[in-house]
């Protein structure tokens, strides 16, 4: 089953744009993270929040979390077409299974 | 640095058939993860396998089974092949039984017709 749910399923912006992509979980987790899929391959991990950290940056990635909502949001500032690819966030509870939500496919124009 | 590999990349079965897939583990790395992933889905979590054992497992019927080796590497087997287990088998690793951070292989794409 899926722990998470991705808002929106799929997004269309221009290159320079910013793209915010939110997911949402249902139980009490450790950390999550998110990870970028390109063409039904291999997940590349980006970034990783812990449950007791609030907002955390990597390069033009800027994650936030709110445990109280269990809720998560991605953002990806300034988008290029190379940023074109689903996005996942997983979770990472007590019971140490990692569960991905049903993924953001952004699509990012030239 | 080799990262995670898996073999093979695609795979055509016959119903009632048996398969298994294969993992290599990034160095460094002790622990591999399983993972399918259906069309359109998210990856939804089958088993890990640490020191040789499996330590937690998702909701897969036992035609699902695994073995790890003691150079780390790992093996996914399925019996039985449904239709319904078409999917991208995605293989991950990390270290002492950790989710944390995980590397990703790019996945063994199965064919069940």
């Known amino acids: 089953s899926q722990q998470g749910e991705e808002d929106p399923q799929a997004l269309s912006i221009q290159e320079g744009e910013n793209a915010t992509m939110n997911c949402s979980y249902k139980?009490?987790?450790?950390?999550l993270q998110w990870y970028r899929q390109n063409s039904g391959r291999g997940l590349v991990h980006l970034i990783l929040?812990?449950?007791?950290?609030r907002e955390k940056h990597s390069g033009r990635l800027r994650v936030t979390l709110d445990t109280s909502k269990k809720s998560s949001s991605l953002l990806i500032t300034a988008s290029r077409a190379a940023d074109t690819a689903s996005y996942f966030c997983?979770?990472?509870?007590?019971?140490?299974?990692?569960?991905f939500g049903t993924g953001t496919r952004l699509q990012v124009f030239p | 640095d080799a990262g995670v590999t898996q073999s093979p990349t695609h795979l055509i079965k016959t119903r009632g058939q048996q398969v298994t897939l294969r993992c290599s583990p990034k160095?460094?790395?002790?622990?591999v993860s399983w993972y399918q992933q259906a069309l359109g889905q998210g990856p939804q979590f089958i088993f890990q396998?640490?020191?040789?054992?499996?330590?937690q497992r998702g909701n897969f019927p036992d035609r699902f089974s695994g073995h790890q080796f003691p150079n780390y590497s790992s093996e996914l087997n399925v019996n039985a092949l449904l239709l319904g287990d078409s999917a991208l088998y995605l293989c991950?690793?990390?270290?002492?039984?950790?989710?944390?951070?995980?590397?990703f292989g790019q996945g063994t794409r199965l064919t069940v017709v």
């Open positions: 991950a690793s990390s270290f002492q039984g950790k989710f944390a951070e995980a590397f």
């Open positions: 139980t009490s987790i450790n950390n």
């Open positions: 929040i812990r449950s007791n950290e």
């Open positions: 997983a979770t990472e509870g007590f019971t140490d299974k990692l569960i």
């Open positions: 160095s460094g790395h002790d622990t």
């Open positions: 396998y640490y020191e040789e054992e499996e330590r």
